[in-house]
T-cell receptor
Framework: GQNIDQPTEMTATEGAIVQINCTYQ??????LFWYQQHAGEAPTFLSY????GLEEKGRFSSFLSRSKGYSYLLLKELQMKDSASYLCAGATNKLIFGTGTLLAVQP | DGGITQSPKYLFRKEGQNVTLSCEQN?????MYWYRQDPGQGLRLIYY???????QKGDIAEGYSVSREKKESFPLTVTSAQKNPTAFYLC????????????FGSGTRLTVV
């Protein structure tokens, strides 16, 4: 199967760091995507990991371990506007999404 | 500017009626996808197409149909056989294999009354 698991909800404080984990059970993924989605809007691309290791992009970083079927998204210096759902998706010849993690950033 | 357009943004239909959602892209992408999203949930794949005149079922294809007669267009028909059609529908496109990323449309919110 291609199950992708993420925590349903997380809460963090403005200015803090939060790590959103994603685990998956498949050997067929070419890479792993992270998307941000605000309510009622389309997902927007955050990062794509095809090789093991850490990819850093400003306040956002993403890590992948293919052997462990594990990825995480790290958000630093949290801002209120970061309150959104964060979707982990495995890539084959299509994107398979996890259920998403709803992040609430509190003052 | 290149992009992917879904129309309409909001759609209301009576139960038992078929309805077609439009998706057009001018990115010259070979692959196109339809996803469904229910409140508080992730995206579930309905249908996808890697090339013109060919498409495959995703995880929840029952009650839906698609066509891919042109590279730019991938309309989705929600038929009366779909038991619970009210949802947010997202169309996406990508280059073959998706290695350069996937582009999403802004979505169509379908409400069946």
């Amino acid at each position: 199967g291609q199950n992708i698991d993420q925590p349903t909800e997380m809460t963090a404080t403005e200015g803090a760091i939060v790590q959103i984990n994603c685990t998956y059970q498949t050997s067929g993924f070419n890479g792993l995507f992270w998307y941000q989605q605000h309510a009622g809007e389309a997902p927007t691309f955050l990062s794509y990991n095809v090789l093991d290791g850490l990819e850093e992009k400003g306040r956002f970083s993403s890590f992948l371990s293919r052997s462990k079927g594990y990825s995480y998204l790290l958000l630093k210096e949290l801002q209120m506007k970061d309150s959104a759902s964060y979707l982990c998706a495995g890539a084959t010849n299509k994107l398979i999404f996890g259920t998403g993690t709803l992040l609430a950033v509190q003052p | 500017d290149g992009g992917i357009t879904q129309s309409p943004k909001y759609l209301f239909r009576k139960e038992g009626q078929n309805v077609t959602l439009s998706c057009e892209q001018n990115l010259n992408h070979d692959a196109m996808y339809w996803y469904r999203q229910d409140p508080g949930q992730g995206l579930r794949l309905i249908y996808y197409s890697q090339i013109v005149n060919d498409f495959q079922k995703g995880d929840i294809a029952e009650g839906y149909s698609v066509s891919r007669e042109k590279k730019e267009s991938f309309p989705l028909t929600v038929t009366s056989a779909q038991k619970n059609p009210t949802a947010f529908y997202l169309c996406a496109s990508s280059t073959t294999g998706g290695v350069y990323g996937y582009t999403f449309g802004s979505g169509t919110r379908l409400t069946v009354v």
